[in-house]
């Protein structure tokens, strides 16, 4: 069995990128289907949350859209080719709220990816820009 999988995510190294936490929430990551799935074995998939690997990002909405796009490619439809997810924009997940505001503060400030070394818009040591959601305090 020839698989192809992602040293860090242990997705496919078509999806890791896709995927990667530190780029996007569950929420924001595109939709994607067979090619980002495939591995070199030929007609060999891995769908739904194990397709995440170690990512915390997969939602069952992605799921679905995998399954449909996998199913197509096995039954020779062209139709694993296009993505027909359509998320909603609110109400997904709290990470999602969350993540969207970090990149909307790191806008206002001028940060970028290319920033050298520091966090130039990182909230100040010991400080936490959200509470953490479903924790109840003692």
């Known amino acids: ?17 896709l995927i990667d936490p530190t780029v996007s929430a569950c929420g924001t990551v595109p939709p994607h289907g067979v090619v980002q799935l495939a591995h070199p074995e030929p007609d060999y998939y891995v769908v739904g949350m194990k397709s995440y690997g170690r990512a915390p990002t997969f939602l069952l909405l992605t799921g679905y859209e995998q399954v449909r796009s996998v199913v197509c490619a096995l039954t020779g439809d062209e139709a ?26 790191e806008a206002a400030c001028g940060c ?20 953490p959601q479903g924790v109840a305090a003692d």
């Open 1 to 17: 069995l020839r698989l192809d999988v992602h040293s860090v995510f242990e997705s496919t190294y078509a999806l890791a990128p």
């Open 80 to 105: 694993a080719l296009t993505t027909e997810l359509d998320l909603p924009d609110k109400g997904l997940c709290s990470a999602c709220t969350a993540f969207r505001e970090d990149r909307e503060r």
């Open 112 to 131: 970028d990816d290319d920033s050298p070394g520091d966090d130039c818009c990182a909230a100040p040591a010991g400080e936490h820009t959200r509470e």
